[in-house]
C-alpha cells in the first residue's frame, strides 16, 4: 500500500487573524489536517478534515478556534495539504 505524502505550509497569524485564515484554508478544499501551535511552539490545536468533517461539524470546531483566538496574541498555523 502506498503512503500518502502531503505538502507542509506554515503562516504565521495574529489571533484575530485566525479564525479568516482557518475559514480561508478549508475552503480550498484540499487541506488534510490544521494544527495550531502558540509563539512558543506548543500545540494547541489539531484538526484533522475530511469531506465529512467540513460537511457537518465545522461550525462547533470554529467556534472551538474563535475561543482559542481570543486567548492568543500570536500563533503558526501548519497546514497539510495531499501532493
Known sequence: MEEEKFNREEFK???DQLVAKI???VNEGNVRRII??????E?????????AVVGTVFA??????GAL???????T???ERKK
Open 77 to 79: 498555523i501548519i497546514v
Open 13 to 15: 497569524v495574529s489571533g
Open 43 to 51: 500545540t494547541l490545536m489539531e484538526l484533522p478534515l475530511t469531506v
Open 60 to 65: 462547533p470546531i470554529l467556534a472551538a478556534v
Open 36 to 41: 495550531i501551535k502558540k509563539e512558543g511552539g
Open 23 to 25: 475559514k480561508q484554508l
Open 69 to 75: 483566538a481570543a486567548l492568543v496574541a500570536n500563533c
